[in-house]
T-cell receptor, first 114, second 110 residues
């Protein structure tokens, strides 16, 4: 069983569209994250949720709206997609907010905005 | 200054070689340190935590120098399967997120 699973794995869309990426973890962790890895491979935190509550929002444009219906799920909705949003988006989970424990990542969702 | 800095490489080494990666971090309040490994087009995975006294896991040795704010990873007897990007990761504790370096790319050549 995949510990952290995210869908879709690949997403190609036009500028201006709205898209969502879903993430689920079956590890029983309390904390979930969205990270963005751009073309330069820089992995940067976007959001963190602990038990469905937002605890970190790293100055991400408000076109990005995370939603956590329960502690096992953290979805990411992106409005009005821009070229610069093209990246790989990784969902992750950990038992504690921010660590120091291990982060478990999903396989990533590769978003291409044309 | 970036929070976590690494030499991006690539490091191209022959099988059996010993290779070392370095990483510096800017925040002296950082509390936890890790090395993650990311294979091409895959997700990052924890390789090992880094402890103050230094620690070893098989062919991998990690060291931390808090005074110099410096972390290192040594890989002995490199294997082809060690080819990957190695990410230096730092945590300030509390609810702060893990901060990732840009990674150092290693290619082990037969």
């Amino acid at each position: 069983d995949t510990a952290v699973s995210q869908t879709p794995k690949y997403l190609v869309t036009q500028m201006g569209n709205d898209k969502s990426i879903k993430c689920e973890q079956n590890l029983g962790h309390d904390t979930m994250y969205w990270y963005k890895q751009d073309s330069k491979k820089f992995l940067k935190i976007m959001f963190s949720y602990n038990n469905k509550e937002l605890i970190i929002n790293e100055t991400v444009p408000n076109r990005f709206s995370p939603k956590s219906p329960d502690k096992a799920h953290l979805n990411l909705h992106i409005n009005s997609l821009e070229l610069g949003d093209s990246a790989v988006y990784f969902c992750a989970s950990s038992q504690e907010p921010g660590g120091p424990g291990e982060l478990f990542f999903g396989e990533g969702s590769r978003l291409t905005v044309l | 200054r970036k929070e976590v800095e690494q030499d991006p490489g690539p490091f191209n080494v022959p099988e059996g070689a010993t290779v070392a990666f370095n990483c510096t971090y800017s925040n002296s309040a950082s509390q936890s340190f890790f090395w993650y490994r990311q294979d091409c087009r895959k997700e990052p995975k924890l390789l090992m935590s880094v402890y103050s006294s230094g620690n070893e896991d098989g062919r991998f040795t990690a060291q931390l120098n808090r005074a110099s704010q410096y972390i290192s990873l040594l890989i002995r007897d490199s294997k082809l399967s060690d080819s990957a990007t190695y990410l230096c990761v730092v945590n300030k504790g509390g609810n702060t997120p893990l901060v990732f370096g840009k990674g150092t790319r290693l290619s082990v050549i037969a």
